[in-house]
Nanobody, 116 residues
Framework: QLQLVESGGGLVQPGGSLRLSCEASRFFFSSYTMKWYRQAPGKEREFVATINPTSDTINYADSVKERFTISRDNGKNMLYLQMNSLKPEDTAMYYC?????????WGQGTQVTVSS
């Protein structure tokens, strides 16, 4: 069964940085667009960033532009999210996502908390 496993979350002070990772397995990772989403307590899950299979089409939510960078390593089946200049409002559970044949798959998430 397809697996997505996020890691790299933690507690960081405002202005700090974190790098999230998502290890993908049991599907042809290099063939699919991958996305990051996040969900803060009491809020709906929201889109953060997307990257196509060849990494030449990348888009971000307005709230994270210029601060976050999505990337992938198809040789390692890994998806990344470099997060810089973190703000308290970035506090959320972060999920990686892939849609295959109209079915959305999610990892278990990794918690990011931005607080002084």
């Amino acid at each position: 069964q397809l697996q997505l496993v996020e890691s790299g979350g933690g507690l960081v002070q405002p202005g700090g940085s974190l790098r999230l990772s998502c290890e993908a397995s049991r599907f042809f990772f290099s063939s699919y667009t991958m996305k990051w989403y996040r969900q803060a307590p009491g809020k709906e899950r929201e889109f953060v960033a997307t990257i196509n299979p060849t990494s030449d089409t990348i888009n971000y939510a307005d709230s994270v532009k210029e601060r976050f960078t999505i990337s992938r390593d198809n040789g390692k089946n890994m998806l990344y999210l470099q997060m810089n200049s973190l703000k308290p409002e970035d506090t959320a559970m972060y999920y990686c996502n892939v849609v295959i044949r109209n079915t959305a798959y999610w990892g278990q998430g990794t918690q990011v908390t931005v607080s002084s």
